[in-house]
């Protein structure tokens, strides 16, 4: 009977700690060095960091390149691998878990000075650093360099703190004092609670990313939520940074993270991206969508747009509708509680008193509707008699491809309002009005252009703000749109592979 000669990459095989915290498969760690340029593994003073090493899997595919590329400098193979091991490659770990798995995966034993370690070293962490932190504490009971929560991270020594210590320091080079590493790279933490309700986290990936450019390397190379890409919750100077910024020379977009991590679900997809200290200009930006890749050269801000647009098929569809310099639908788009209402407002039984339409989540039971007096409505009472469009403030599909992007817009009659569930539209003195705004929004090609903005199901006002505003005193369909835009068949076509019809 023939044997089974199958040897699997143990770190192929390793189960995520969380959604926050994912192990990177061996396969993608290769293509985000495959950036960096070959002559980086062939020089004996070359120096890679991981700042926030979990498997250690990129310092082991940084030193399979190193030993390969140093066979005519260093011929014999253990004095190679002690100088690489000792000169070249660093590390620090996220956890105490971490530190021993990626010592294990660095130098074949979780000690550094161990008998069983590939090359030998005076101490047990060798150059791969862990220790333990706790939070800084700040006023807000917030922590004053990562905001964590004391309420959720304020635990005894026995208890891991999640006090990373490359972002729990105002100067990151004490950690390897006069280190100057030509390489930053890896895969941070993404987030961590921040005691909110309903698992409320705040978002931690950037700061590992501002943190590494503050040493100045050489080069830099990352794997993030693309949440970035559009801003919202703290990320709003990061995004606004990094897309001004011509040293980001190529990032690699994936829509769907399933396709960089199997199994895993970050909403908006995830990327990749290589920071060229000094090399600007435009940037190779790779989309792959359901398996398929386009590269396109291109600015990361296009010209009178303040998002990146994501599909390098869509570049030529925004042009088209910017170009005919229209005002914007995110204009007549509410922002957040469009009549001062909280989620957790409920209507009562309609009266004499309480006679105006409440939509809210909260009353489920009755189809969303309940009743509420005028004098309850904080802002916006002027819209109350008046026609408008109610659409959900949040909308989320979870790899439903082709997308519906939005919730599914309704008329709001005079006489109602509606809590933060929902955004208002509007108002109009007609209802064809909103009819024909309804019609509007039911269009892939509206939809598209949201979802060229929209990340996450998040749904404020601003991912709008790619939408022309239309003429409504007709109704829209995308036909009369792709004709009025000009726009190609393939540019058609593209619209509806990724936008399913609103039924």
């Given amino acids: 009977m023939e044997r089974n000669n199958y040897n699997p990459d143990v770190l192929n095989c390793l189960a995520n700690l969380s959604n926050d915290e994912v192990f990177t498969p061996p396969a993608v760690a290769s293509r985000m060095l495959d950036l960096l340029p070959a002559e980086l593994f062939s020089s004996p003073d070359t120096k890679f960091l991981d700042p926030f090493s979990k498997s250690g899997v990129f310092l082991r595919e940084v030193v399979k390149r190193l030993d390969r590329g140093l066979q005519e400098a260093i011929p014999d193979r253990r004095r190679r691998i002690d100088h690489i091991l000792h000169h070249q490659v660093f590390g620090i770990a996220i956890t105490e878990l971490t530190a021993h798995l990626s010592r294990r995966t660095l130098y074949c034993s979780r000690s550094a000075d161990s008998r069983y370690s590939v090359s030998h070293f005076d101490t047990p962490e060798g150059n791969l650093l862990y220790t333990p932190l706790h939070h800084t504490w700040g006023r807000n009971d ?83 939520p693309a949440r970035w890409f559009a801003g919202g919750r703290g990320l709003d100077s990061f995004r606004s940074k990094m897309l001004s910024d011509k040293r980001v020379r190529i990032i690699h977009d994936f829509f769907n993270s399933n396709d960089v991590f ?16 000094d090399n600007m200009g435009e940037c190779s930006i790779t989309s792959v969508l359901n398996g398929e890749s386009t590269v396109l050269n291109r600015p990361l801000i296009e010209e009178n747009v303040n998002v990146f647009i994501r ?30 209402l909280r989620t957790y407002v409920q209507g009562k039984e309609k009266s004499p008193l309480d006679n105006i339409l409440l939509y809210s989540n909260k009353n489920a039971d009755k189809g969303g509707e309940g009743y509420i007096s005028l004098d309850e409505i904080i802002a916006h009472r002027e819209w109350v008699d008046m026609h408008k469009v109610y659409i959900s403030r949040a909308y989320g599909e979870r790899g439903d491809f082709p997308y519906l992007v939005t919730g599914k817009p309704f008329y709001g009659k005079p006489k109602s309002c509606c809590t933060e569930t929902y955004l208002t539209i509007g108002p109009f003195n007609e209802k064809t009005e909103t009819d024909n705004v309804i019609t509007y929004i039911r269009t892939r090609f509206f939809r598209f252009l949201v979802l060229l903005v929209k990340n996450t199901q998040d749904a404020p006002a601003r991912v709008y703000s790619l939408v022309p505003m239309q003429d409504f005193s007709h109704p829209w369909t995308d036909e009369m749109l792709y004709k009025k835009y000009g726009l190609e068949q393939k540019e058609i076509d593209f619209i509806e592979q990724m936008i399913r019809p609103m039924e």
């Fill in 262 to 277: 199997p199994g895993i679900d970050l909403s908006g997809g995830v990327c990749f991206f290589l920071w060229d200290r």
């Fill in 311 to 340: 599909f390098n098929q869509a570049i030529t569809i925004v042009r088209k509708v910017k170009a005919l310099k229209e005002d914007l639908f995110s204009d007549i788009v509410s922002s957040q509680k469009p009549f001062g």
């Fill in 142 to 224: 917030k922590c004053i360099y990562c905001g964590a929560s004391r309420s959720v991270y304020d635990r005894d020594d026995a208890a891991e703190q999640y006090a990373y210590q490359f972002i729990h320091t105002d100067n990151p080079q004490k950690i390897f004092p006069n280190m100057k590493f030509d390489v930053i790279i890896g895969n941070p933490p993404y987030q961590m609670s921040d005691g909110g309700a309903q698992a409320s986290a705040i978002p931690l990936y950037h700061k590992f990313v501002e943190q590494s450019m503050s040493l100045n390397p050489r080069y830099l190379i990352m794997i993030v």
